[in-house]
């Protein structure tokens, strides 16, 4: 009676917002803030991009282990637990930052992060079906999406600009360097200083002193082998005079000129000539242009005595003026005195004239990233508290029966088989893998389609519009398609949203279509087609998120729902892949056209699945 009256008396919103928020929170710090952090203190792309990939297997494998979590405690002790063992790895992050192997030993615990974040991700789905009805389950599907997704902000954003709040205190003064962009400008036609130019130490604080002080740049694009010739020239300066260095080396390179696979000779190539001959775009001249340059030189005021790392980086203005060398340089008593060059390039699509300032900051990066990282073993032991008191205690988070070995191994291959043999189970996975068969193959496109040029069938934006159209505009309708999504299923129940919503997801998906066709100069139309796009998937996805719990209904909903989810994760997976090398062939309008035939099999599959139309709504 007293977990009963437990249950009834905790609303949803005590404990949905914040445990969605922790849910998203671990994943974003493992797949996006170990990249940022990695990339502050030196270590190459290469090693990036091979090691924080491997981050993610935890996430695909996740249902292999989800009858673990169904049979040895409750939902509720999974969660608590898990957010303090989220502390603990993020506490190993913060103490290895400043140790000299810290990549190592950093990975180590991103892995530890990463197996808890996934294991804790199992138990707080299978605590939500648990612990809400299914009225509240569909109202709160909105409400739990739009804090996974504040998470996603806070971790890609808030915690960057501390870590970067923090370093730009902790070291030189910084330095404002204003661009400005106009035509009749001259052009660049050398990287001056040469690299063999001296500076004398001056008097007074030590600081970063950068010539000039404020450059224009010519905003009419010019040939790319001028660009590319300067480019090249600027980064072997910096080589040279030892300002780049990474701290990490791939131990073996990766084998190249390897003969054809089967694969490649047999069907790749042969589907790819004929869908090239059959359908691929009319052939227009690509352009051989590049956005212009101008290139900086710093150096310090005098010997530093340490290793000082100067980070120019953009402050404000217009994002189409980039960063294109000299990201992170690195001072000492060998080199102060040198000129390490930077260069600010605009993008290509500019067709006005513009300014941005950028910021010559230096700072200590482990120190910065040390105080993030321990900010957030706090904020995860307040998580952990604040679940293991406040979380209801429904009567259905039960343990399973795991008294012996022999019976812990028979429950777990029961568990894991008992979805594969629910009623029309063949039905119930072409679902979960066609819903967003379309797309998924659309959402891989649509920036680089927003980005690339008219002369190639996208739209020629600038990377500042794509930022305000898609990663602002889009974003708040989708979350608004989403919050509108919950709220109308949980007053009807989903039977009588099921088709809107279908329809919502997929038909907007010919704006697209349009927007390929017509290329439109027009930024309010771009941003409205996109937005009605986003507010369209935001909406209908609801009802992919409200089936998924509907499948898993039943004894082992927890383990059931990860296998959802990891069937969600392949019905995206799969089809994305080939998205690129199918646009590559037949162009951006015949793409587009593609995809909303590709939303045909979502829509026959949702005539063949079974669903109660009381599901939903039921208090």
């Known amino acids: 009676m007293n977990s009963g009256q437990k249950q009834s008396s905790r609303s949803p919103w005590a404990w949905v917002p914040t445990l969605y928020t922790a849910e998203g929170l671990p994943y974003v710090l493992v797949m996006t803030l170990s990249v940022v952090m990695y990339k ?15 981050l993610y297997l935890p996430w695909v494998i996740k249902p292999l282990w989800s009858p673990v979590v169904d049979i040895l405690r409750t939902r509720r002790w999974w969660i608590w637990t898990m957010q303090l ?130 450059v224009t740049i010519n905003s009419q694009p010019r040939a790319k082998s001028e660009v590319s010739a300067l480019l090249a020239s600027a980064k072997q300066s910096n080589i040279t005079n030892n300002f780049t260095r990474t701290r990490q080396q791939l131990a073996a ?67 189409s003026v980039s960063l294109a060398e000299g990201g992170r340089l690195v001072f000492d008593d060998s080199n102060w005195n040198k000129p390490a060059l930077v260069v600010l390039q605009l993008d290509p699509k500019l067709k006005t004239a513009t300014s941005a300032t950028f910021e010559i900051r ?66 119930l996975l072409l679902f979960l893998l066609l819903y967003r068969f379309g797309e998924s193959q659309l959402v891989k496109m649509v920036v680089p389609f927003l980005l690339d040029g008219r002369e190639v069938g996208g739209l020629g934006l600038t990377t500042g519009q794509v930022g305000l159209v898609y990663g602002t505009i889009g974003i708040i309708a989708l979350t608004c398609g989403g919050l509108l999504g919950g709220m109308v299923a949980s007053r009807h129940g989903l039977k009588k949203w099921l088709w809107p919503m279908v329809c919502i997801i997929h038909l907007p998906d010919a704006a697209f279509i349009y927007l390929a066709y017509a290329q439109p100069d027009s930024l309010v139309l771009i941003s409205a087609a996109v937005a009605v796009e986003q507010f369209g998937y935001g909406f209908g996805f609801t009802a992919y998120m409200l089936y998924m719990i509907y499948i898993a209904r039943g004894k082992h909903q927890t383990a059931h729902y990860a296998i959802c989810t990891g069937f969600m994760a392949l019905g995206m997976m799969i089809p994305g892949m080939w998205s690129g090398w199918l646009q590559e062939l037949i162009g951006y309008q015949h793409f587009f056209i593609w995809v909303i035939l590709a939303t045909i099999p979502s829509f026959i599959v949702v005539l063949l699945i079974p669903l109660d139309k009381e599901f939903g709504k039921k208090a």
């Open 253 to 319: 390179a990766t084998k190249k000129d390897e003969s054809p696979s089967w694969w490649t000779r047999s069907v790749s190539e042969p589907a790819g000539r004929f869908l090239r001959q059959h359908f691929g775009p009319d052939v227009k001249a690509k352009s051989d242009i590049a956005g212009n340059l101008a290139v900086v030189s710093l150096h310090l005021s005098k010997p530093p005595g340490k290793e000082i790392v100067v980070t120019p980086a953009f402050k404000s203005g217009d994002k």
């Open 362 to 427: 230096s700072g200590n990066i482990p120190l910065s990233w040390t105080i993030t990282f321990f900010t957030l073993v706090g904020l995860f032991i307040l998580f952990g508290v604040w679940h293991r008191f406040i979380l209801p205690h429904p009567a259905s988070d039960k343990p399973g029966d795991a008294h012996s070995i022999v019976t812990f191994i028979s429950e777990f291959f029961k568990t894991f088989g008992s979805f594969f043999v629910k009623e029309r189970i063949g039905i």
């Open 85 to 214: 063992l989220i502390g603990g790895g993020l506490a190993g992050v913060a103490l290895t930052i400043p140790t000299t192997n810290f990549f190592q030993w950093t990975l180590a615990c991103f892995w530890l992060l990463a197996f808890s974040s996934a294991t804790h991700d199992i138990a707080a789905d299978g605590f939500y079906l648990l612990a809400t009805t299914e009225k509240e389950q569909s109202f709160f599907v909105g409400i739990r999406s739009t804090f996974y997704r504040v998470s996603n902000i806070f971790g890609q954003g808030l915690l960057v600009i501390l870590a970067g709040y923090i370093q730009s205190h902790t070291g030189l003064p910084k330095l404002q360097l204003a661009v400005e962009a106009r035509p009749e400008t001259a052009l660049v036609e050398s990287v001056l200083p040469t690299s063999a130019t001296l500076f004398m130490a001056s008097e007074g604080e030590l600081r970063v002193l950068a010539e000039p002080a404020s």
């Open 40 to 54: 502050g203190l030196g270590i190459s792309n290469t090693d990036i991009a091979l090691y924080t990939s491997w």
